[in-house]
């Protein structure tokens, strides 16, 4: 077992040779080469990370990293990395999303991951709709979106995920802009190395069904304050900016979650002594 | 094995978690839920005792979904449920099947459907265990009908899970999983023989192809091989496909796997079924009444015998021909509409009379409910 094991990698180490699914322009692409980018920051071997996801446009990239590759049901890739994270602390463990996947059929999941604080990074690609169906309203699509689905728009107000994850006891939360390469690489890397669940809002535009997103480009500003150590000032924060500014928005410091913690249950021997007879 | 063994009482439902941690089950993702949460307690004392994990999740879908990120991750991983959550847990055990992950999934069957009678027994989801996923798939579920059983049936899906790689339904009745026995259980049970991982060049490493036992060997996330798990239809590489001679040979394997490994699987009892002329078939709870019943029928003289299958999926079909050769009439008794009757009427030829004894009431079937279909039956014959 004298195998040479590499130290550093390069960002194509990380990907893979299938061809992405996704339409040209589509801000995954670039969410993707920012993680190539942060995991040869982290230099974790792409053997120990593994990517995994559920269902949807966003949910396709586990095929594309070099990374072991989890590609599951429809929202339900928290809970599938939790397992395989606790039964497995030494493997980096991201899992990936978008908005209707992570916030809609996945978002009880969602909502006990923040809290449960189990030590990986969950990245949702949020580009308001519903891109792999074409173009339907998901929860955090603006209320007077028009689409087939929804004449005249919802009329529902979005799901406020940054808010929402706070609440729920993230332990790192972050918003990022998918042509912000440099900003979201920086960003994964401190969410990875953050301790417990660290959760990472990729703005990440479908120019497909939602063109008007193009505009995000010129919209976004970094965030104009240092991040918090303080969930309700961060969450008071993020719900009165403006939507746009990126950067790492809270930093807590709750310890992660440990199933290895307890032994109330006292010596083996008694419990068993009581069914012998 | 040291062929030792100590007589212990039990409950089903602790002889559930008691015999998985000596297969080898390190861990345990389940939601709380009446009649089976005495096997999640049991695992929740028992596992941080050997360094294995038990984890409660915020639903039964993520329970089942943590199993499978565990068992993919290397864990022998199990999770425990009844009749609503059984329902929740089709997608991923759907999941489980295609991408190949062992694991054991309990369902101490309740009254049913929808809540049903939470603390009464039923039979009725064995239909669901055969057929609740989406989709063409291979299913293998065993129902043990004493609290010995549930210790042996137990280590023996664990058994199957690993070495066949796929989800294994054990599917327990409330009676059997509430019941306590005395059994007399290995003192020093070994754990069942573990999966196959992937070894030599991780270069070239294709996570489903197959050998002649057509059981890909896994690959252990962090052992270097690039391996993509993914609930779409794939090739051996992992990577999903829409090629109809690839989906074919996926879904073709898929089956023939399960038979391939059919000794393994299969269990039965056939008891004086030689000359009978009427056979009772049962499973669970019920066959230990129709065990009663048919002794006492033949005490009275009667040519009455049992086929009892442990292994419900895939259905002993030869072992049930062989043991229903000379019999006319055929009774099925199972708490439930006539659910496994479905299966008997279709193995049984255009001479052989079948019917049921069925109770749905939250009441299991008793040996004169039994003894009274046979007398019915036997007036019908003549």
């Known amino acids: 077992m004298t195998q040479l094991q590499k130290t550093s990698f390069k960002a194509s180490d990380y990907r893979s040779d299938n061809t992405p699914i996704w339409c040209p322009g589509c801000g995954d692409f670039h969410v993707l080469l920012s993680i190539t980018k942060a ?28 990374c072991y590759g989890f590609h599951g049901v429809h929202g339900r890739s928290l809970p599938l990395g939790a397992g395989l994270k606790v039964a497995r602390p030494d493997l980096t463990v991201m899992v990936m999303s978008g ?15 923040c809290r449960r604080n189990v030590d990986m990074t969950y990245v949702v690609m949020d580009n308001r709709v519903y891109g792999m169906t074409k173009g339907q309203p998901s929860p955090t699509t603006e209320p007077d979106w028009d689409s087939a689905l929804s004449p005249g728009g919802t009329g529902l107000s979005p799901f406020h995920p940054l808010v929402i994850a706070l609440a729920s006891g993230a332990n790192f939360v972050a918003r990022e802009f998918s042509g912000d390469i440099k900003g979201t690489t920086r960003t994964l890397v401190e969410a990875v190395r953050h301790p417990g669940f660290s959760f990472v809002e990729i703005l990440s535009p479908c120019v497909t069904f939602r063109p008007d997103e193009r505009a995000w480009k010129t919209q976004i500003h970094a965030a104009p304050v240092e991040a918090t150590d303080d969930p309700a000032r961060a969450a008071r924060r993020i719900m009165t900016d ?5 950067g790492v928005l809270y930093r807590g410091n709750r310890k992660p979650y440990n199933t290895h913690v307890k032994d109330t249950a006292g010596d083996p021997a008694i419990l068993e002594e009581e069914f012998e007879i | 094995m040291t062929g030792e063994t100590k007589l212990t009482n039990l409950q089903g439902n602790h002889a559930c978690a008691l015999a998985a941690i000596s297969a080898g089950c390190d861990f345990y993702a389940g939601y709380p839920i009446t009649p089976s949460s005495e096997v999640a307690e049991r695992m929740s004392v028992e596992l941080p005792r050997i360094g294995g994990t038990f984890i409660q999740m915020e639903d039964e879908i993520a329970s089942m979904a943590a199993v499978l990120g565990a068992a993919m991750g290397g864990a ?36 049913g459907p929808s809540t ?5 027994p ?38 199957i899970a690993e070495a066949v790689r796929t989800p294994v339904i054990l599917l327990i009745d409330e009676v059997v999983g509430h019941l306590v026995e005395t059994v007399a259980v290995d003192a020093n049970p070994e754990p069942v023989t573990g999966r196959v991982w992937a070894e030599g060049d991780p270069a070239n490493f294709q996570p489903y192809e197959a050998g002649p036992s057509l059981v890909p060997a896994m690959a252990k996330p962090g052992d270097g091989r690039r391996a993509h798990m993914t609930g779409l239809t794939h090739g ?4 999903p496909t829409q090629d109809p001679a690839t989906a074919s040979a996926m879904l073709t394997r898929l089956f023939d796997k399960i038979e391939t490994h059919n000794s393994l699987i299969e269990r039965f009892e056939a008891i004086d079924c030689e000359d009978a002329d009427i056979v009772i078939v049962a499973y669970g709870i019920s066959a230990r009444a129709a065990r009663r019943a048919t002794s006492l029928a ?12 442990v292994t419900l999926w895939p259905f002993p079909e030869t072992a049930f021909r062989t043991a229903t050769k000379s019999a006319g009439r055929i009774l099925v008794a199972e708490m439930n509409a006539g659910q496994l009757r479905m299966e008997i009427e279709r193995l049984t030829s255009e001479n052989q009379h079948v019917e049921g004894v069925n109770r749905f009431d939250g009441e299991p079937i008793t040996p004169e409910a039994i003894l009274t279909a046979i007398d019915q039956s036997k007036e019908q014959a003549a």
């Open chain 1, 39 to 66: 995991l040869v920051e982290l230099g974790t071997a792409p053997e120990n990370v593994a990517v995994v996801s559920g269902i949807g446009c966003s949910s396709r990239i586990p095929a594309y990293t070099n």
């Open chain 1, 99 to 113: 908005d209707g996947d992570g916030f809609s059929i996945g978002g009880n999941h969602f909502l006990h991951a």
């Open chain 1, 242 to 246: 403006d939507g746009f500014n990126v």
């Open chain 2, 76 to 111: 022998v991983a199990m999770t425990a449920t009844s009749g609503p959550g059984f329902s929740l847990k089709q997608e991923n055990i759907g999941l489980g099947i295609i991408t190949e992950t062992p694991c054991v999934i309990v369902n101490v069957m309740r009254g």
């Open chain 2, 116 to 120: 049903g009678m939470p603390t009464r």
């Open chain 2, 122 to 159: 039923g039979q009725g989801d064995i239909m669901q265990a055969r057929w609740g996923t989406h989709g063409d798939h291979p299913v293998v579920a065993l129902a043990p009908a004493s609290v010995a059983e549930v210790w042996s049936e137990t280590r023996r899906a664990f058994a």
């Open chain 2, 236 to 239: 051996p590489d992992g990577f």
């Open chain 2, 298 to 309: 033949r005490k009275a003289g009667l040519r009455v015998g049992l086929f009892r299958p």
